[in-house]
């Protein structure tokens, strides 16, 4: 018998495809304490609500965003 197994955890390389992003990055992220991570033994392991709200504290045009708009204008200009 099979057993299929669905689970809320996230490996770097995983969250790392998913948001188009290198390994590195990711890495670069868990040491700043930007996402939230789960160690397990050497492994780093991401919750999916973690992720959620990673992606949701780097939206531009949120509340929760530190960006202004002018600065997103500023951007766009160059």
Known sequence: M??????????????????KLSMLTIYKYIRDRKLEVIRFGGHYRIEKRSLDKFIDNHRIGESTNTYSTKEVDKADEI
């Open 2 to 19: 099979r057993y299929m197994t669905q689970t809320n955890f996230l490996t770097v390389k995983e969250v790392s495809i998913l948001l």
